[in-house]
């Protein structure tokens, strides 16, 4: 059983002399480092965004949420195409204005358009609060696969410890560059596995796709379709429009738009991306064979699902290879979400209180909080909080909450006012957070709705209010400073 | 609305209504489930359609800025 753990400790030595040798010949300031100098074209942006889509969370999350759950996991396949044509049209416009202005990060941007060092700072305080558990969750994911792949020969422990000090070298010396030169190796690695994995399990276990599905529709009948309540066919709709609407809100999808060259590498990922992602249709495939084969896994153990059917069907060394592909899946988004989070408290929350701090300031600050940041997550990882549980699910309706504020601000005839989007942020924020830790749907609270509106997904609620906030008291703000005026 | 942001939205809106319509295990697409192919066929047409409104956007005629 030496044969994997030789492969994943190869595969983490790789990811740091790959990362680090990132940075050759280029002086990291704060542009260089955050954003790569606004010079990546479309190979390199392609293979950040690639890179945020494909984390740990979809190569166990995806694979255990089609074993679990069967139809519903059907979404996430449909809602990151939605988000490339959002974003075809919405990317160049916010990329050209944070060029022009130098803006490094997503609070930046708010603060920049609405003129409120305030609104940037609250930004900042949701987007880390939503950052950090995503964090936690990549080392989680990571324990998890080495776990498995390494046949229990490294502890979980030991496995974030030396994950998380990977990511922390390679952040602090290259960047953004390290992020992007370390995907190369990741998804060069998880295509092949996922594509292999996804064609040869259910031909081997069962003797192809289609009959694959067929024997498991027999088996479990309503399965593979939507359930008529619940996570119903409404519940997929409204979930792929919310989400979609979520996908660049994340702070570091969004300063990973910002490394772009130009304004035509979004317009020809939004053509790419979308074909991109039918790889998780073989994550799928993988998550269905292991239904029949390695039944019984119930809750967080579904994510497993994966790695136990490739134990029990493949030779140490294919687990291995499989195992290094999980470990890059979680160290390149871990390193983007750490940078990110860094780049925040620093840039926007230190530079907010302390106006007169230099870019090398900032940037020096940011570089010592990448392992402060790192260490939080460590803990978290290790000690397994439940509660960081509930702040991931809050997390993506977090950031969804800047959307309103950030299109309306594209449109300069809007007359949405910072006021109006700080109500907007805040509003949508607590409702999300009482929705998430109260368990509550549509149907629970409204439940004189027809069946269709009551499966809708429950973040739309949220939405909702901060739409009603940020349109009624941009209204009234704007009528106090005209009446100021006369 | 210009035209062609329109033509973006149409395959989007297929994607999606296709389950809501057949929510049925059968017939098979491409050897998966109904909603499930249903679902992959349009990203692809999605995908072809981006590469459409590509080529006609006005925003591309200026180059790379």
Not at chain 1, 58 to 82: D, E, N
Not at chain 1, 123 to 129: G, M
Not at chain 1, 438 to 449: E, R
Request: hydrophobic share 55%; aromatic share 12%.
């Amino acid at each position: 059983m030496t044969i994997p753990l030789i492969l994943l400790g190869l595969t983490a030595l790789f990811a740091l002399l790959l990362g680090v040798g990132a940075r050759s010949g280029h002086a990291m300031g704060l542009e260089e480092w955050t954003v790569g100098n606004r010079g990546f074209g479309f190979v390199l942006v392609f293979l950040l965004l690639a890179g945020e889509i494909y984390t740990t969370f979809t190569f166990l999350g995806a694979s255990g949420f089609a074993y679990g759950q069967g139809a519903p996991a059907y979404y996430i396949l449909a809602y990151g195409t939605i988000a490339y044509v959002i974003g075809y049209f919405m990317l160049p416009k916010v990329w050209a204005y944070a060029k022009q202005h130098h803006l490094v990060s997503q609070p930046d941007f708010l603060a920049h358009k609405y003129d409120s060092k305030t609104l940037g700072v609250i930004v900042s305080i949701v987007d880390i609060i939503a950052l950090i558990p995503y964090l936690v969750l990549q080392l989680t994911g990571l324990g998890i696969i080495v776990t498995a792949a390494g046949y229990g020969g490294i502890s979980n422990t030991v496995a974030v410890l030396i994950g998380a000090v990977v990511v922390t070298i390679y952040v602090v010396v290259s960047g953004v560059r390290g992020s992007a030169w370390t995907s190369v190796a990741k998804d060069v690695m998880i295509l092949s596995v996922v594509l292999f994995l996804g064609i040869y399990l259910p031909i081997h276990l069962y003797g192809g796709i289609g009959a694959m599905f067929e024997e498991i529709a027999k088996a479990k009948p309503g399965f593979l379709t939507f359930p008529a309540k619940g996570q119903s066919v409404w519940w997929f709709v409204s979930t792929v429009l919310l989400t979609a609407l979520g996908f660049f809100m994340w702070p570091h999808s969004l300063a990973s738009c910002y490394t772009a060259r130009n304004a035509n590498v979004f317009r020809k990922n939004a053509i790419v991306l979308p074909i991109y992602q039918l790889i998780l249709l073989f994550v799928y495939f993988v998550g269905f064979a292991a239904v029949l084969k390695v039944p019984g896994l119930k809750g967080a153990a579904s994510n497993l699902a994966l790695f136990k059917l490739v134990v029990a069907t493949l030779p140490p060394w294919v687990v291995g290879i499989v195992g290094a592909a999980g470990v890059l899946t979680a160290l390149v988004p871990g390193s983007m979400i750490a940078m990110t989070a860094a780049t925040l408290m620093s840039r926007n929350l230190y530079g907010a209180l302390n106006p007169q701090a230099s870019n090398d300031q900032i940037v020096f600050i940011a570089k010592c909080l990448v392992p402060v940041v790192m260490a939080i997550a460590v803990f978290f990882t290790l000690t397994g909080s439940s509660t960081i549980v509930t702040l991931l699910l809050v997390g993506y309706s977090f950031v969804t909450q800047m959307f309103p504020a950030l299109v309306v601000s594209l449109f300069p005839g809007s007359g949405a006012t910072k006021q109006g989007a700080m109500a907007g942020i805040i509003a949508g924020v607590v409702v999300a957070a009482w929705l998430t830790f109260s368990h509550a749907t549509v149907g629970s609270l409204l439940p004189f709705l027809p069946q269709p509106i009551q499966d809708f997904n429950v973040g739309i609620i949220a939405l909702i209010g901060n739409i009603v906030m940020l349109v009624a008291v941009s209204a009234v703000t704007k009528r106090r400073v005209a009446a100021i005026a006369e | 609305m210009k035209p062609f942001q329109f033509l973006a939205i149409v395959p989007c809106a297929l994607m999606l209504i296709g389950p809501l319509v057949h929510n049925k295990l059968h017939p098979f697409i491409l050897d998966m489930p109904f909603p499930l192919g249903w679902v992959t066929v349009w990203i692809v047409l999605t995908a072809a359609t981006m590469a459409v409104v590509y080529a006609i956007d006005p925003a591309n005629k200026g180059g790379d800025r």
